[in-house]
Structure formats: structure tokens, C-alpha cells
């Protein structure tokens, strides 16, 4: 089983030169880049290839960039901002060799109907997929866990990557997202567990479905999440990606970095290594 690690664990406490480092030394696998504060951040003291040097020197390599937010239901202009986005994450992806965009649907209080969430996001994930393509870059949707996320369960993010039909266009199994709207792990199990790109290890205190939120995650093994259901099915269908654990809990933000980066490893390590 290989481990990698999200930022977001870290938010608050590090910076992408810390957690590459500690990391590294805390035997992680992969990181996944948030191009959203953690890269650019990065970038205003260093330069890109002084990262792209780094993951060659080091055993640590990045999976995935963090995260192409909201691609769904945009207008024309916040679209075209988008692409805009999309296409630089694409050269820091050639540069340091990322395997992953996460792609991330819109969240909104607007109602709107099913068929255009489906619609608009087949339309979208077809185009981001063509300009990905050169790049050899796959994208990875991430359904959230909240009512006001318009795809936030397993399984309409799964019909709607089933309708893109693109080997390059999978998805981010995050186990909090997962359990948050209530996802069937029926429906997990009748899926092509090939379209699952990223597994997103995590946990949670026990409030109702509807009411999670990010900031109620816990080391994983220590919530309420049926992970050992979860990996079952995984392991049954033959998953074997690295399982990457992302947390975003400010009590963990308190505490030293490097404590964090080991306490997710251990607590994660000790979940996955049964199944995966
Ligand atoms: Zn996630």
C-alpha cells in the first residue's frame, strides 16, 4: 500500500517546502499540490523547476493538483476564467510530472435540476479532457458531501462520469464526502472501480447527514465513517492506488506539523494496511 498526503491536513501550519520535507521523512508516498495557496505561495520564494528538482531527488512525487473549483453551471465568463485557471495547472502538471487534476463541482444554494448539473458537467469534463489530453493528464471529479454541493453523492458523480466515458476522466473517492450525503456502498460495489483515480482517507464525529462539514474530520479510525465497508469493497475489486489522507480539522492545525504528518500516516497506515 503506498500513502500519499493532502495539504489540507496542514493548512494551517506548514507550507509546501515543510510538508515535502516532512514527508519525505516521514515515508509518504505522494503529496497532492494545492494550487489554490499552497503552490503559489511556494512560488513567490522558489521557482517551479527548483520543485520539479526536488521530486526528482526525492522519493516523495506529487499525485494530484488541488483543485479546479466549481467546473459546473458557470456562466460564459466565469467560465472562460476557468479554462483560464485549468490551463496553467496544466503546465505545472507537465513540469513536475502530476498524474492528477482534481476537479471539483460548483457549490451554490441555487436549485438546480439534475439533468443540467449532468448535462453542464459532461459538457465541461469533455472539453477539460481534450485540453488535458497533450498534457497526459487525468481528472479526477470530486462529489462533496453537502446538500449544497450540486454533485454529492458517489453515485451522481459516477453516473455522470459513466456518461463522459473518457479513460482520462475518474474520480476522487474521499470517504468523509462519501458518508457526508449518505453514499451507497452498494453502489460502490456494482461500480468499474477503475474510475476510482484518488482514494481521499479520512473520518468524522458523528452529526447527521446534511450537516458535515469539513472541519468535523478525524484521524481516520476514530470517526464514524464505515471505512472498513468501504475498503472491503475496494479491496474486492481490486483498488490499488495509493490511499491519501486529507484532513481539515483546526484542532489539528494547533499542533506541530510535524506531529500532524505523523499521527495521519500512523492513523491512516493502520486503517488501510488491512485492505489495500
Ligand atoms: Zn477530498
Known amino acids: 500500500m503506498k500513502l500519499g498526503f493532502n495539504q489540507a491536513t496542514t493548512l494551517e501550519n506548514s507550507n509546501l517546502a515543510t510538508d515535502l520535507e516532512l514527508c519525505e521523512r516521514h515515508g509518504y508516498d505522494y503529496i497532492e499540490i494545492r494550487t489554490m495557496d499552497k503552490l503559489p505561495e511556494y512560488l513567490e520564494q522558489y521557482s517551479l523547476q527548483r520543485l520539479s528538482a526536488y521530486f526528482q531527488e526525492n522519493h516523495i512525487k506529487p499525485y494530484a493538483l488541488n483543485a479546479l473549483v466549481y467546473f459546473n453551471n458557470r456562466s460564459e465568463d466565469e467560465y472562460q476564467q476557468l479554462l483560464k485557471e485549468f490551463k496553467q495547472m496544466l503546465e505545472y502538471a507537465k513540469e513536475l510530472q502530476v498524474p492528477y487534476i482534481v476537479v471539483v463541482p460548483l457549490v451554490t444554494k441555487e436549485k438546480i435540476l439534475k439533468k443540467d448539473i449532468k448535462a453542464s458537467s459532461v459538457a465541461v469534463l469533455h472539453e477539460l479532457a481534450e485540453l488535458a489530453a497533450p498534457y497526459g493528464v487525468k481528472l479526477a ?128 497506515a493502520e486503517v488501510v494496511s488491512k485492505y489495500l
Open 141 to 268: 471529479v470530486e462529489f462533496v458531501g453537502h446538500p449544497d454541493c450540486t454533485i454529492n453523492t458517489f453515485e451522481q458523480a459516477y453516473d455522470i462520469v459513466q456518461k463522459v466515458d473518457n479513460p482520462n476522466v475518474g474520480l476522487v473517492l474521499d470517504c468523509f464526502h462519501f458518508h457526508a450525503m449518505n453514499s451507497s456502498i452498494e453502489a460502490l460495489r456494482q461500480a468499474d472501480i477503475s474510475k476510482v483515480f484518488i482514494l481521499h482517507m479520512d473520518d468524522t464525529e458523528d452529526f447527521p447527514i446534511g450537516s458535515l462539514v469539513d472541519e468535523d474530520r478525524v484521524w481516520p479510525g476514530q470517526g464514524v465513517i464505515d471505512l472498513e465497508g468501504i475498503l472491503s469493497v475496494l479491496k474486492e475489486s481490486g483498488f490499488d492506488g495509493p490511499a491519501t489522507v486529507e484532513l481539515f480539522r483546526p484542532e489539528y492545525y494547533e499542533m506541530k506539523a510535524e506531529d500532524v504528518i505523523k499521527k495521519a500516516k500512523e492513523t491512516t
